[in-house]
């Protein structure tokens, strides 16, 4: 268990006081005004120097350290998801059909604490430290945008720290691995064009249903027999719809679904397969085969060294090595251009009912975990000196 300070504990009222507010203003992507204006409000109050309308809604904070050789950035998400929340709390969310099922509300409070504590101790903080408040992680996507409008070389960060709660993982626990750690991701849309007819006589039409279930069949099988048994891929197609009624030979179909590796290569080589059997499928069945791509995030990629030291600064007993997952986090844009480590904070407490998984609307954790997620970052920020003792 990670021992948790007293200077931290401290804090535990206002940084439960500000989760809760927070939880309350859900908003989605881009649109986090109430969230935002909340965030730069604290930020001020702790003497935080800030950067507003960053990505539109996005802010950062920033405190230069007492020497500023080098830039630290700690990231929280701030969006939520359009979902109406069942969890019963007297602090629920106050927009009706939103709700932060997501844990950002505790990723925002967590790097708020940390301000409020790198603040009141100011002669021991070494680093410049980064609080970046990113918005859109559930889509359309926040991270690239702040990218694009050159925050890292604004500030001049040299390294990157996220976490994500996480009910996989024990209340109390991190997770975490080198290297890959959540998938690469993309969606893909497939129409289907055959030649409509009367069901009674289908000699004289083209059968869009049984080409869309040939091609859905042949697809299953690029992960099973194009793929490397060692790497982790997975092809789903989640919806699939098309069709007038009963006695009519559909002439349109149309399919959903979602593609995932750890490897750029794997993912690039699925889609390179999708492509070539669709064409085959076009030549063997005399029909038109639309195949739409729109590839989202890169696959989070965790720095070998700085995974390194947060084992030896939080001590290997406290870190589960997590196998990859499947899921996906745009926080890995930012590791595409400098170091970076992304970590889970566990949150499974089946005592406390601790149980729903991510995206759940009663999703919920024990809001001890907060000052968890500070300690981690603090217990790391001074074992790479970048805060005095």
């Known amino acids: 268990m990670i021992h948790i300070e007293k200077e931290i504990l401290d804090v535990k009222e206002e940084v439960v006081l500000i989760r809760r507010t927070l939880h309350q203003i859900p908003e989605i992507g881009f649109e986090e005004e109430k969230t ?12 935080i120097e800030v950067y507003k309308h960053i990505a539109k809604t996005g802010v950062v904070g920033y405190l230069k350290g007492t020497i500023g050789d080098r830039t630290i950035a700690f990231r929280a998400d701030m969006d939520a998801l359009s979902m109406e929340e069942k969890t019963d709390v007297d602090y629920a969310s106050k927009h009706k059909g939103m709700m932060h099922a997501c844990g950002h509300d505790a990723h925002m409070s967590i ?25 859109a992680e559930e889509g359309p996507g926040g991270a690239e945008p702040m990218i694009e409008e050159r925050v890292i070389e604004k500030f001049h960060i040299d390294k990157i720290m996220g976490l994500h709660v996480f009910p996989e993982v024990k209340e109390g626990k991190i997770g975490c691995k080198k290297g890959p750690l959540m998938a690469q991701t993309g969606e893909f849309d497939i129409k289907v064009y055959g030649q409509s007819g009367h069901g009674a006589m289908p000699q004289k039409a083209n059968d869009a249903i049984i080409i869309a279930s ?6 299953q099988t690029i992960i099973s027999r194009n793929i490397n048994p060692t790497e982790g891929a997975v092809l789903t197609i989640g919806k699939m719809w098309g069709g007038e009624r009963r006695n009519i030979i559909a002439a349109e179909v149309c399919l959903e679904g979602t593609l995932r590796a750890f490897s750029e290569e794997v993912y690039k080589k699925m889609k390179k397969r999708m ?39 939080i001590g290997g007993e406290n870190i589960d090595l ?45 809001e001890e975990v907060l000052l968890t997620g500070i300690q981690v970052y603090v217990t790391f920020l001074r074992h790479i000196k970048g805060v005095a003792q």
Do not use: W
């Open 36 to 47: 935002s204006a909340f965030i730069i409000q604290k930020l001020e109050a702790y003497g």
């Open 111 to 135: 790097v708020l604490g940390l301000a409020k504590l790198l603040s009141m101790h100011k002669d021991k903080v070494k680093d410049n430290i980064v609080f970046l408040f990113q918005p």
């Open 214 to 219: 040939n091609l859905l069949s042949i697809y």
């Open 275 to 313: 492509i070539e059997i669709a064409n085959g499928i076009e030549k063997m069945y005399d029909c038109r085969v639309e195949v739409i791509f729109r590839d989202m995030y890169p696959a989070v990629n965790n720095d070998e060294n700085m995974v390194e030291d947060l084992v030896d600064a």
């Open 322 to 366: 997590i196998e990859p997952q499947m899921i996906a986090e745009d926080f890995s844009y930012f590791q595409r251009k400098i170091p970076g480590i992304f970590f889970f904070l566990g949150v499974k407490n089946e005592e406390k009912g601790h149980i729903y998984p991510l995206h759940n609307s009663r999703f919920t954790f024990n």
